[in-house]
């Protein structure tokens, strides 16, 4: 990925960052972007129809990966083959537009001025994508009716996205032409991400779905967002029926089995959910409904729920599986799939990477000093020597929550700034035990046990900080994600995945009250630099203010990168259409352009 900038719900400049979704995995592969051409287009031995089966990490938790607690990588994939919108974002990390379901310009750049049309798409049950569906969709992006007060104790945040409100937040209410198909939006100031402002496989929900769940029809769901004002924190209130649809939004779509109200299942992409095997499967269908330019190929796509990298090899080996993905990859891993003849492997860098942060909200952490001694003992260099080096060798530590590596100049103008290596390059004990000075601090770190990368990472880190006087407990647990935001740990350890484009994730993760905050960490000067940044059109300066914001990440005792990624997806030569896709979104990003041969 080396010239595109990695952070972040996931434009394409060398700062990008969009809303970085949860990974279950750390995909771990090697090389280059020598074979990032994958599968190839459908070409003529390429036919209509068939089943292609794949092979994830993860398991799927829920159709609404928008949601704060199913913001997972195989949610989103999911998403990617059940929603579609304005946009997608192609392997070079650049929009490209979908003119299958409507169009976007900006007519204006003072005030900018944005205007959505849509062409004519369909929900699977042969509802139309309309201004309901459209007003919802700005309505959860923009915070506009949150008024929530300081102390909290009044007033309400309405819909828990897993991203921030920051772009939307800057618009007035929408207007729309008299059929209701075209939306103009009006921001208060720039926004140097007002491109991808929607993101369908993220926070695009079936309005008359929510409505129905909310106990109204779409119509009367309509009206409350039309007629509802701005909230104001300062004189919260009560607002029952906004409730109702906010709360239908967050649980309605949260589902790990088949739903006894299969109208959730409700799908406006190439594809929709046909049948679910807790844990152990997931069949997409083709969605004879769609309408749009991206029509599916396949007859049906089943994506079996395999955490073992040796099963999923074996799977492929055996024809079970067309496509594999697996999320801890070690050289002889890599060695195996490459000796099946009838395989072609994909690999690069991946828009992802690991890292160990500290929870400002836990009592020990509140104390800078234990935050600055924890961080000194966690064994980084050992870790990728260990687990990482094998598969990719000239593998280093990640010296930046912004920036990485493979980026070049920003990342070490960056690390320059940071002073990561000197804090800390090295493990010091005896700098942590002189910190502690004579304490011995309680950290229970929170991972996924499921996960042998973050199993190995986590002894690691146990041993050596335990050597300065920590008492560090397990956590570990195969529903992680879930307690992320419950706060009840010091330390969590796992994965961030990125869309690829947009500033999102410096709101996001870094933000005060940001949905992917899950730390409670808040700087007054990191959320100014932020709402700055976000709205900075001149490419260079907007570098300059995310560096000050990785600095003082580091200044804070945040937590600590710990690597990149490298990505890792093998394919039979029985399909075509399948591509290297560093983003959240891996190789579903061009799911319409699978074939069977």
């Known amino acids: 990925m080396g010239k595109y900038t990695f952070t972040g719900k996931a434009a394409v400049s060398v700062a990008a960052i969009a809303a970085l979704t949860l990974t279950g995995c750390a995909s771990v592969g090697g090389g280059g972007d020598d074979n990032n051409g994958g599968g190839g287009d459908s070409s003529a031995s390429a036919q209509s129809g068939g089943v292609v089966s794949v092979a994830e990490t993860n398991a799927f938790t829920g ?34 537009p979908n003119e299958g379901f409507g169009t976007y310009k900006k007519v204006s750049d003072d005030p900018l001025t944005v205007e959505y049309e849509l062409k004519d798409p369909k929900w699977s049950d042969g509802n139309a994508v309309d201004k309901a569906d459209l007003m919802l969709w700005w309505a959860i992006n923009s915070g506009y009716y949150n008024d929530k007060s300081e102390s909290g104790n009044a007033g309400a945040s ?28 009006t921001y208060k100031q720039p926004q140097a991400d007002w491109e991808i402002a929607f993101t369908a496989d993220q926070d695009l929900q079936p309005a008359h779905v929510v409505a129905q769940k909310a106990g109204m029809s779409e119509d009367e769901l309509l009206k409350v967002l039309e007629d509802e004002p701005k909230g104001d924190p300062a004189k919260p209130k009560e607002r029952p029926e906004l409730t109702k649809i906010a709360k239908s939004w967050d649980t309605s779509f949260n589902f790990t089995e088949m739903p006894s109200d299969e109208s959730v299942l409700v799908s406006n992409g190439p594809y929709k959910i046909a049948a679910i095997d807790k844990g152990n499967s997931i069949t997409l269908k083709r969605n004879e409904n769609y309408n749009g330019e991206h029509e599916g190929k396949l007859d049906e796509i089943t994506v079996r729920f395999i955490g073992d990298a040796t099963a999923q090899i074996q799977a492929l080996r055996n024809g079970e599986v067309d496509v594999m993905a697996p999320g801890n990859v070690n050289k002889d891993t890599k060695d195996q799939v490459s000796g099946i003849d009838n395989a072609q492997v994909l690999e690069g860098d991946q828009l992802a990477y690991d890292h160990v942060d500290l929870n400002f909200g836990a009592n020990v952490f509140k104390d800078k000093n234990v935050r600055e001694a924890f961080l000194k003992t966690i064994p980084r260099q050992q870790i990728v020597d260990q687990l990482i080096k094998p598969v990719k060798e000239d593998a280093a530590p990640l010296n930046s929550q912004i920036f990485v590596s493979s980026q070049g100049e920003p990342y070490e103008k960056a690390v320059e700034n940071n002073d990561a290596k000197n804090l800390y390059g090295e493990v010091d004990i005896d700098g942590a035990k002189k910190l502690l000075d004579g304490k011995t601090p309680t950290v229970r770190i929170l991972y996924n046990n499921e996960n ?3 199993v190995d990472s986590f002894q690691l880190i146990k041993e050596s900080a335990e050597k300065a006087g920590f008492k560090v407990q397990d956590l570990g647990d195969p529903n992680w994600s879930e307690k992320l935001s419950d706060g009840d740990y010091e330390a969590s350890l796992f994965g961030w995945v990125s869309p690829g484009v947009g500033t999102e994730a410096l709101s996001q993760i870094f933000k005060t009250g940001g949905g992917g905050n899950y730390t409670k960490y808040s700087n007054s000067e990191v959320d100014k630099l932020t709402d700055e940044a976000r709205s900075n059109l001149d490419e260079n300066a907007r570098v300059e203010q995310m560096t000050e914001i990785d ?47």
């Open 158 to 185: 309405y819909f828990s996205i897993a991203g921030s409100t920051d772009i939307l937040g800057k618009t007035d209410k929408p207007e729309f032409s008299d059929d209701g198909k075209k939306m103009t939006l």
């Open 452 to 454: 042998p990368l973050r």
């Open 63 to 96: 159709a609404n990966p928008g949601y704060v607690k199913t913001n997972l990588d195989i949610n989103g994939k999911i998403a990617t083959a059940t929603r579609e919108g304005f946009y997608y974002v192609d392997p070079e990390q650049k929009i490209q």
């Open 551 to 597: 600095k003082h990440l580091f200044d804070d005792g945040y937590g600590l990168p710990l690597f990149q990624s490298p990505g890792f997806f093998a394919v039979s030569d029985k399909v075509d259409g399948v591509q290297y896709q560093p983003n959240q979104r891996g190789a579903f990003w061009n799911v319409w352009e699978w074939s069977r041969k």
